[in-house]
């Protein structure tokens, strides 16, 4: 049996502890980008088909045939539908229906990530972590007009496979989308024949040249940093287990995973298999209680992580890192 369940649970001291030492890298999924306005996978993949359909490539009753199919095989015929007729998808409008700067659930959500960490990790296309839009503090002197206003700091973006290089996790103010990005919208991972092959391990031939940075990124991380999943909810644990799963790696005694995930109190049994499960891919569940907000629950829960685990300043984390190799010498 786990503990009460609490809407703001407590912050584990070794999630702490990595934040200080500015090894903890947030893992973003969709559900912290629904907060922001984003739709989810199943309204992502019908939206998609609905942008064809108003451009005549296909019907309301064909998608009526397919309603109830997973939202990746929707999303492949969506792509060769994008393919036959030659109309690409407006996948920029899709994903960010809204302004940015005038959207305060998503500034105040990304801007709790942004205190977090410095360097991100996301699954999603979306460009919320592209740019962190920086609300200005109050003044003595009111100025409206400049407390109406957000300023903003653009992020290094990294979303080529190419790119995937274990340096960037040690990158102030990068964010790696891993499966592409609206800056590339051909080189999205959307598909599952994209996900295979995004996911393809051939280390057991030996060959240097069919190494997948991929999984030589993924496993840099989960061996060298302390990840912290917020966003990823039980319908896409399909997601994770490509990303965890495939990497096969071992953590190292220092680096430990957390996941935030959401529960009512009725799915406390429920939220103990998911312990389980998440123990044996090697992460920690921190569970929150969803009763009285739902999802939106999550803006408390993460403004009290990152007043607790703030990310170190250069300065104080260069201490600490001089300090650790005069010990270790």
């Not at 996301?122 to 109406?148: G, H, M």
Request: aromatic fraction near 8%.
């Amino acid at each position: 049996m786990v503990e009460q369940l609490h809407a703001i649970p407590p912050v584990p001291d070794s999630l702490r502890e990595a934040a200080q030492r500015g090894i903890l890298i947030p893992f973003i999924g969709a559900g912290v980008s629904r907060l922001a306005g984003c739709p989810d996978w199943a309204g992502f993949a019908d939206k998609a088909l609905h942008w064809l359909i108003d451009r005549g490539k296909f019907t309301h009753a064909q998608l009526d045939q397919i309603r109830h199919l997973n939202p990746r095989v929707k999303l492949s015929l969506a792509r060769s539908l994008e393919r036959e007729s030659g109309i690409s998808i407006g996948f920029r409008t899709l994903l960010h229906p809204t302004d940015r700067q005038e959207n305060a659930e998503g500034i105040r959500v990304y801007n709790s990530l942004f205190r977090l960490g410095k360097t991100f990790v996301t699954t999603n296309y979306d460009e919320w972590l592209d740019e962190r839009i920086v609300q200005p503090l109050p003044s003595a002197v009111p100025d409206v007009k400049a407390q109406n206003t957000p300023t903003s700091i653009q992020m290094r973006v990294i979303h080529r496979v190419e790119d995937l290089l274990p340096s960037a996790l040690s990158t102030p103010n990068t964010v790696i989308h891993l499966h592409g990005s609206l800056r590339d919208p051909g080189g999205m991972v959307l598909t599952t024949q994209d996900y295979v092959k995004h996911y393809a391990n051939d280390r057991m031939s030996g060959d240097p040249a069919k190494e997948n940075r991929v999984l030589t990124f993924l496993g840099y991380l989960f061996r060298e940093k302390a990840v912290l999943f917020v966003g990823y909810g039980l319908d896409e644990l399909e997601i994770l287990e490509y990303v965890i799963v495939k990497a096969r790696v071992q953590s190292s005694r220092e680096a430990r995973h957390y996941i935030i995930q959401g529960f009512f109190s009725h799915e406390i049994e429920l939220l103990n298999s998911m312990r389980t499960y998440f123990r044996d891919c090697g992460i920690t569940l921190i569970p929150f209680l969803r009763d009285q907000k739902d999802w939106k629950q999550l803006h408390e829960v993460l403004e009290h992580f990152a007043s607790q685990a703030p990310i170190s300043e250069p300065l104080v984390l260069q201490r600490a890192q001089e300090m650790e190799g005069l010990l270790n010498g």
